[in-house]
């Protein structure tokens, strides 16, 4: 039997066979939930690391004090992943329905967390990285801030980690939508666009 590590890994290289051969798979909504979990510790504990190097927020959109934002990121981040994830499944599935009735809920479900944790790898390197390193104070988290958002070679960095982010989010996201519903090219790429922005929408809202 095909352990988690067996799709997870080879999906970052060859995704659309990596996903056929997930959907085979009968563990295949255990092996979605180990791959959103890696994706919701990683975030957990970049919010923790900068609890810890005393990072600030871009503006919060929910009333809570910048200076108090992450104490409640920490524990706002895995909750709204799981209801971003489940919330761009529905949107897509639904609107799958106006055109085919092939596919399934589940096993968009399953290609979609995949595809969140693969395609988020794209900026939780860096986001690991340097706000472990202001937790230890071996950066000066605030300044580091700063720095990402004047003109320099760090906010150009960003900018480029964004678009692979975006990018990636999209690919991936149509693939799966083109495995399970069987649409033309176009209209998957139009679809895994529309699921994207409603999970990263959802997710700014609450993470900043």
Not at 38 to 58: K, S
Not at 81 to 98: E, N
Not at 185 to 206: E, N, R, S
Request: charged share 10%; glycine share 4%.
């Amino acid at each position: 039997m095909a352990s988690f590590n067996q799709y997870y890994w080879p999906a970052f290289i060859k995704p659309a066979s990596t996903y056929k051969a997930l959907l085979t798979s009968q563990d295949k909504l255990r092996f979605a939930i180990y791959a959103m979990i890696i994706n919701m510790v990683a975030y957990t504990l970049v919010y923790l690391f900068l609890i810890y190097g005393d990072g600030r927020p871009y503006k919060p959109w929910l009333n809570i004090p910048e200076e108090l934002y992450y104490r409640y990121n920490v524990f706002l981040t895995a909750p709204t992943m799981f209801v971003g994830w489940l919330a761009a499944t529905a949107l897509i599935h639904l609107l799958t329905r106006a055109f085919t009735t092939t596919g399934t809920f589940d096993d968009l479900l399953i290609l979609l967390a995949f595809s969140i944790s693969i395609a988020s790898w794209s900026t939780s390197v860096h986001d690991l990285i340097t706000s472990c390193l202001g937790a230890f104070h071996i950066i000066d988290q605030q300044h580091y801030e700063l720095l990402l958002n004047t003109p320099t070679i760090w906010r150009n960095i960003l900018w480029l980690l964004f678009g692979l982010y975006f990018l990636w989010f999209i690919a991936l996201f149509s693939i799966g939508v083109y495995l399970v519903y069987k649409p033309t090219k176009l209209v998957a790429i139009l679809l895994g666009t529309a699921g994207f922005i409603l999970y990263q929408v959802f997710f700014l809202i609450f993470n900043r």
